[in-house]
C-alpha cells in the first residue's frame, strides 16, 4: 500500500529509535528532563523566541494558545477551514468559552482587508475581538504558504488595537523550505507559535509553542490545566531532535514529489487542479466531473494499492512525506492513471 493519506502516518526510523532508546530522562513536570529542555531551546532557537514548551499534540498547543490570549466569552478571527476550528472537536467553545468569527480565505489566505471588516468595535454589545489565528502552511486551503506582505498587514491591524496573533505552524516547515524564508522570519509577527514534529519531520509524537518566557510560564501551567504534563518525555523529545536535525531539508523532495503527482493529475480526463497551486506536500484535487463520489473514487484507488483521504463529497487530497519514495510516487501516478483514466 502507498500511503498518501497524511504526513501524520510516518514512523520513526531506526536512527530515530536508536535516538529515543538512548536519550537522557528526567520528570519533565519538575522540569528535570534534560533531552525535554534541549528540545524546547532548539525549538525557540529556530523560532527566533526565548522559549517553547513541549506539548503531546497540535491541537493542543492551539488550544493553549487560545485559552492563554482571550476569556470567556471573547471573539477570535479564524479561516474557515482552520484546524482550529475544523478539526479541534470544538475545543475553543468547550474549553475556553470563545465564540469564532470564520472568514472565508482565498487557498487559506485572509486579507487585512477582511480581517478588519470583522473586527468588533469596542462597545459592550459585542464581544471583544482578542485573538487572530493564521495557519501556515494551510491545509485545507492545499498546503498554501502564507506570503509574508499579508501577515505584516495584519499585524499592523492587530496590534495598536491589542489583538494577539498565533500561527498555527504545524507545517511551518514545509512553508520554510519551500520560499527559503527563515522560520523566524514568519514567527515575529505572532505572540505565540506552534509547529508539528509529527507530521512531515517524521516523529512519532508531539509538537511546540514557542513565545517570550513570561507566556511559556503561563502556557506550562495551562498545559497542567488540560492534561498535557508529561514525565520521563525526553524519550519522545528525543526522536523530536532527531526530526530538527535531520529532516527538515528534505522536505523538498516531498514538495518535488507532490508537483509530480499534480502534474499527472491535471493531464487525466475530469479532474480538477491547478498545479501551480501545489506549493508544499498537500494536493487537493475535484473529481466532480468524472460522476465518480469521492468514496468511490477513493475505494478503487484502494483496490490497486494507494491509500487517500476524501476532502469533500467532491474533493480528495493526497499527502507526500519521507516514508513514500521517488518510486513510489511513480507508482502512485501510474495507479492514478489507471483509475481516472477508465
Ligand atoms: C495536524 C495539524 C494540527 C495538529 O494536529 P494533532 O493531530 O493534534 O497533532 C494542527 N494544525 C494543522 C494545520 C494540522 O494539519
Known amino acids: ?5 497524511s504526513d501524520t502516518v ?6 530515530m529509535r536508536e535516538a529515543m532508546a538512548t536519550a537522557e530522562v528526567g520528570d519533565d513536570v519538575f ?18 523566541k526565548e522559549a517553547a514548551l513541549f506539548v503531546p499534540s497540535g491541537t493542543m498547543a ?34 475556553s468559552g470563545v465564540q469564532t468569527c470564520w472568514l472565508q480565505g482565498t487557498r487559506g489566505i485572509l486579507t487585512v482587508e477582511q480581517i478588519e471588516a470583522a473586527i468588533r468595535p469596542p462597545d459592550y454589545h459585542n464581544p471583544p475581538t482578542t485573538l487572530i489565528c493564521l495557519e501556515n502552511t494551510h491545509n485545507r486551503g492545499g498546503g498554501t504558504i502564507y506570503p509574508l506582505d499579508p501577515i505584516k498587514a495584519i499585524r499592523k491591524a492587530a496590534e495598536p ?13 514545509n512553508a520554510v523550505v519551500a520560499t527559503g524564508i527563515p522560520a523566524s522570519e514568519y514567527a515575529r509577527h505572532f505572540e505565540t507559535v506552534s509547529f508539528c514534529l509529527s507530521k512531515g519531520l517524521g516523529a512519532p509524537v508531539g509538537s511546540l509553542i514557542c513565545a517570550d518566557r513570561e507566556r511559556i510560564t503561563k502556557l506550562r501551567r495551562l498545559r497542567k490545566m488540560f492534561g498535557g504534563g508529561m514525565r520521563q518525555a525526553g524519550i519522545l523529545a528525543a526522536a523530536g531532535l532527531y526530526a530538527l536535525d535531520h529532516n527538515i531539508a528534505r ?20 479532474l480538477r487542479i491547478n498545479p501551480d497551486h501545489v506549493e508544499t506536500n498537500i494536493v487537493v484535487f475535484d473529481i466532480g466531473e468524472t460522476r465518480r463520489t469521492a468514496d468511490e473514487a477513493l475505494a478503487a484507488l484502494k483496490a490497486e494499492g494507494l491509500l487517500l483521504v476524501p476532502f469533500s463529497p467532491t474533493t480528495l ?4 512525506h519521507l516514508d513514500v519514495s521517488r ?9 492514478l492513471k489507471k483509475v481516472f483514466a477508465a
Open 1 to 5: 500500500m502507498i500511503d498518501l493519506r
Open 10 to 15: 510516518t514512523k520513526p526510523s531506526p536512527a
Open 31 to 48: 522540569g528535570e528532563d534534560p533531552t525535554v529542555n534541549r528540545l524546547q531551546e532548539t525549538a525557540a532557537r529556530l523560532l527566533g
Open 62 to 95: 492551539n488550544q493553549l494558545a487560545v485559552r492563554l490570549h482571550t476569556r470567556p466569552g471573547d471573539e477570535i478571527i479564524v479561516e474557515a477551514g482552520a484546524h482550529v476550528v475544523r478539526y479541534e472537536s470544538g475545543a475553543a467553545a468547550g474549553l
Open 161 to 173: 488595537r491589542g489583538i494577539a496573533m498565533h500561527l498555527d505552524g504545524a507545517r511551518l516547515f
Open 251 to 270: 522536505l523538498a523532495e516531498d514538495h518535488v514529489h507532490a508537483k509530480t503527482l499534480a502534474a499527472t493529475l491535471a493531464g487525466l480526463p475530469g
Open 317 to 320: 487530497r493526497a499527502v507526500t
Open 327 to 335: 518510486g513510489q510516487i511513480e507508482q502512485a501516478c501510474a495507479i
